[in-house]
Nanobody, 113 residues
Framework: QVQLVESGGGLVQPGGSLRLSCAASGSIFSIYNIHWYRQAPGKQREWVALISSSGNTNYADSVKGRFTISRDNAKNTVYLQMNSLKPEDTAVYYC???????WGQGTQVTVSS
């Protein structure tokens, strides 16, 4: 199994926070880089953040300083902590292994007052 399962989305007011989770099964989790992407209505899917197998991170400019990606290899889970949320962060968020696997269902994040 190379598909990841996203959860943790919801409705939040501007300036609020959410933590997304990305859970995996199987034994390959710890050796792969994992990315978060998002897709807003009517827009193309865009890359949000990366965490390498060794824990190095990188972020899109649009979320740098507000979002934090982390991983817990013991729990086969990657997290995306999202702070200072803006209406333009509204999207379906997806996580994916780098280079392998298929897209999951994603989790909806809506930032609105």
């Amino acid at each position: 199994q190379v598909q990841l399962v996203e959860s943790g989305g919801g409705l939040v007011q501007p300036g609020g926070s959410l933590r997304l989770s990305c859970a995996a099964s199987g034994s390959i989790f710890s050796i792969y880089n994992i990315h978060w992407y998002r897709q807003a209505p009517g827009k193309q899917r865009e890359w949000v953040a990366l965490i390498s197998s060794s824990g190095n991170t990188n972020y899109a400019d649009s979320v740098k300083g507000r979002f934090t990606i982390s991983r817990d290899n013991a729990k086969n889970t990657v997290y995306l902590q999202m702070n200072s949320l803006k209406p333009e962060d509204t999207a379906v968020y997806y996580c994916k292994y780098q280079g392998i696997g298929s897209w999951g269902q994603g989790t909806q994040v809506t930032v609105s007052s």
